[in-house]
Each structure stands twice: as C-alpha cells, then as structure tokens.
C-alpha cells in the first residue's frame, strides 16, 4: 500500500504541494487529476523518490521510502512526462541500458526485455533507432523500461499527452492490461481515459487534494447534478417545469413554434418519469426527452476552476500568491533535486529507472 501522509513541497515562495494525504491500496488503478500547474508532477516525483518533501511522509507497506530509499525505488515503475529516451539508441539497446541501471544482470536481462517487449507490443519496432518512433512507440519503449524489473506500483505522468486519438486508445489498452496485477497511478488531462482505466480518482487543485474517491461516486456528490433537454408544443412548458421539485434552473428556447428546453437538477434523482406525467397531464405533445448525467469533465471544472471577482475577473489572491506564480510543474529547479526538461536523458536516468 501506498500512503502519503501531509506532504508539503515548496520551491521558495511558492508552495507546489500543501499538505497532501491519500492512500493507495494493491491492485488500484488511480487517476491523478488537476490543472497544469497543480502539483501532481511534483508529487508523482515524491512518490517515487526522486523528489524529498519538505514535510511529511511518502510510505511503501508502512515504512518511510526515506528509510530505504534504493529498496524503495526498486519497487516503483516510473514514466515521467518528459520520457527521456536516447534517440541514438535501437530499442533494443535502450532497454538494455535500463536493464543494467536497474541492477539486471546476465541471462535474467534476455528474459525480462522479452516479457517487457510482449506486454507493451514492441516487436515490430525492436531494432529500429529510437529516433525513427512515432510518439505512440516512444511512450511504448518508457512504459517497457519501467516494468522491466516487474515493480509492484506504476507512476505514469501524462503517458498519452502529444498522442493522437488511435495512440491514445492503444496507450489507454495498454495502461489497463498493466493495471491488471500492479498498483497504478496514473496523471492525464484526458477524461475518457480516467472514466475507462480507473477505478478512483485523486484531484488537485492548488497543490491540495480537493476530491478523492470512486469516479461515481464523486458525480453524485457533486453539485452539477443531471440535466435534462426537452421539447414540446403546448402552452406554459416552461413555467410549469420550473415548479417541478429538484429543479434547479430551466433554459427555454422556441423550435419552429415549440419550446425546448435545457432543464437542471439536482441529485441523482430521474427526472424523466415527472417530465413525462406533466406533459401527458397538460396536453402537451412531447417531441423530445432525454437525460445527460453530470460528466467528469463537469465535475473537474467545479472542484478547479479559480475563484472570481465580482467583476468577472480571476481573484488571484493578492500579489505573491500562489495563483500568479509560474507552474512548477514545468519550472526547472535546483532545489530538492528536481530537474529541468532540457536535461536530457542521462540527467533524468534516476527519474526515469531507479540506481
């Protein structure tokens, strides 16, 4: 089991995670959502040691992964958003470089890059330079360099991001298969794949976890509740519709001589049945009915969207806040060990395959 317990990172003034704390139980495959800027790097980074916190604790089955830093790493997988691969290298010889800095020696190395091959679906590209792979491929070599060693968690930081629509879906089958007997944590800006690959949601916002639970159960808690389209001809839709309980509020518009309307509501509660009975019991003739439940997407924008002014404007909570400081997520930084993206590979080998 994972658990994170009140960590806190700060890069000077800024405070990049503040006082996060979740578990993550065996066999989990967890999304880690919020906006750019959010902490989630920042905090992937501390899961897998390659980033100390300034407070708090990471913990592996109850022990501090401080306490053993190397034997903790071991454990972990880690795709990091840069992927830094060397280009120069067939895939071959990649992941028998990976191989070797993760401790892997003689006949066990031959077998493993096998295993790591079939899962991730390499063979075709096996011996080719890795500069020559479509990203969809690139992502596919940093996934098998990460399981080489068959860790017990996975952390992939943004796996399917610059991919196109086909590599996402590859990438997202491959995630699932992965996730079938590891621990995942995975961090996207793609709904679709949240509400196909996980099974619980983490969401940040500001470098503080705001939700955390099933993805069903956080759209029934959530206060965008259902809406509902529709559309008749007869008189008065709108306003009786509006009388109805648990409606919240009602949009109409006129199509060719009818009224439709956009109906909110609240909870989870169908609407449909009651729509139904007032137009059978005022006359109307229904044309169109339907329900949306609230959306993942919905339910992001409520928990993350920055608080306004009441002139429209975002409050950006005075100077110096944490609202108008640059994102670390994509801050290179001395501090803590954390590392810019221009590093390159040899600098990112500890992120990317632990010593």
Request: glycine share 12%.
């Amino acid at each position: 089991m994972i658990a994170v317990e009140g960590v806190t990172k700060r890069f000077g003034d800024l405070v990049a995670v503040d006082d996060i704390s979740f578990t993550v139980q065996p066999g989990e495959v967890v999304g880690f959502l919020g906006p750019n800027g959010a902490g989630k790097t920042t905090t992937m980074r501390m899961l897998t040691g390659t980033l100390q916190p300034d407070a708090g604790s990471v913990l592996y089955d109850g022990v501090p992964i401080g306490d053993d830093l190397r034997g903790a790493k071991r454990r972990v997988g880690y795709l990091p958003e840069s992927n830094p691969l060397y280009d120069d290298m067939l895939v071959a010889e990649y992941l028998e470089f990976a191989a070797s800095l993760r401790g892997l020696e003689g006949p066990e190395v031959r077998g493993r890059i096998a295993d790591a091959v079939d899962e991730t679906g390499l063979g075709d590209v096996f011996y080719r330079p890795v500069g020559e792979l479509s990203k969809g491929y690139r992502q596919r070599v940093g996934l098998a360099a990460a399981i080489l060693h068959r860790p017990e968690i996975l952390v992939l930081d943004e796996p399917t991001e610059g991919l196109d629509p086909n590599q996402r879906v590859d990438i997202r089958r491959l995630v699932s298969s992965l996730g079938r007997e590891r621990t995942v944590l995975l961090s996207t800006h793609v709904m679709q794949e949240v509400e196909a690959t996980c099974s619980r949601l983490l969401i940040v916002r500001r470098g503080r976890l705001v939700a955390d639970g099933a993805v069903g159960e956080l759209l029934a808690g959530g206060s965008a509740g259902a809406s509902y389209t529709l559309e008749a001809e007869g008189e008065g839709v709108a306003e009786a519709v509006a009388k109805l309980p648990g409606v919240r509020s009602v949009a109409p518009s006129t199509v060719d001589g009818r009224t439709r309307l956009s109906v909110s509501a609240d909870g989870e509660r169908d609407l449909r049945p009651e729509l139904f009975r007032l137009a059978a019991e005022q006359g109307w003739v229904l044309w169109e009915l339907h329900r949306e439940r609230a959306s993942l997407e919905q339910l992001f924008r409520e928990l993350t969207a920055e608080p306004q002014n009441g002139d429209g404007r975002l409050d950006d909570g005075g100077a110096g806040s944490e609202a108008t400081a640059p994102s670390v997520e994509d801050t290179a930084s001395g501090e803590g060990g954390q590392k810019g993206e221009d590093d390159g590979p040899g600098a990112a080998a500890e992120e990317e395959v632990a010593r």
